[in-house]
Structure formats: structure tokens, C-alpha cells
């Protein structure tokens, strides 16, 4: 059973940091990309990030980039998301989400994990 687990949510204050993490479990970790997308309060989906299967290329939403940094670890199976001077507008709840292997479709999503930013 293919599972996905965030965790590393919480209240920040505006310029303030956090980091995510997503444990993977079920599949072969280290042979998919993986993203991370955000949903804020009434609004869509928001893809935030994507980093490919070795970590060599990573890619970002216009507002994150110079903020956010995504990692992986292969040997933990576990997904980052590095958060820097956070904004109110950064409120959301964070998702993870396993690629296919066709570029930008995903067949699996984590819970979720809540993301508030506010002083």
C-alpha cells in the first residue's frame, strides 16, 4: 500500500521558517518524482514545487522561488520542503504527491499537513 505522510506543519509568524517532510512508503521511493502543492482557504490547488527522482533538477512556483527549497533523501524516503521568510499569503495546507511516470500526472497524495502564517 502506497502511503504518503506530511508532517512539520504549524503557527509561524510572518518571516519566520518551517520545514515539511513527507515519509513514502509502498513504492520504489528513489525511481519517481515527487511535488509538493498547497491549497489555501477557499482557493485551488497550487503546485509549489517539483524534484526529480535523484534530486538533480528541482523546479518552483513563481512567489516560492529564492524562499522554498525542496530536498529529497533517497536512503529515508522522505520528501522536504525548506520554508523561508514565510508570508500570510503562504497560509495552506501542504500536500506531497507521487509523479508517474508521465511528467506532471500523480497518482498518489499524502494528507496533508497545515501551513499558518500569521503574527
Known amino acids: 500500500e502506497v502511503q504518503l505522510v506530511e508532517s512539520g506543519g504549524g503557527l509561524v509568524q510572518p518571516g519566520g521558517s518551517l520545514r515539511l517532510s513527507c515519509v513514502a512508503s509502498?513504492?520504489?521511493?528513489?525511481?519517481?518524482?515527487m511535488i509538493w502543492v498547497r491549497q489555501a482557504p477557499g482557493k485551488g490547488l497550487e503546485w509549489v514545487s517539483r524534484i526529480s527522482w535523484n534530486g538533480g533538477m528541482t523546479y518552483y512556483g513563481g512567489s516560492m522561488k529564492g524562499r522554498f527549497t525542496i530536498s529529497r533523501d533517497n536512503a529515508k524516503n522522505t520528501l522536504y520542503l525548506e520554508m523561508n521568510s514565510l508570508r500570510s499569503e503562504d497560509t495552506a495546507v501542504y500536500y506531497c504527491?507521487?509523479?508517474?511516470?508521465?511528467?506532471?500526472?500523480?497518482?498518489?497524495w499524502g494528507q496533508g499537513t497545515q501551513v499558518t502564517v500569521s503574527s
Open positions: 504527491a507521487k509523479e508517474t511516470d508521465t511528467v506532471s500526472e500523480y497518482d498518489y
Open positions: 509502498g513504492f520504489t521511493f528513489d525511481a519517481y518524482a
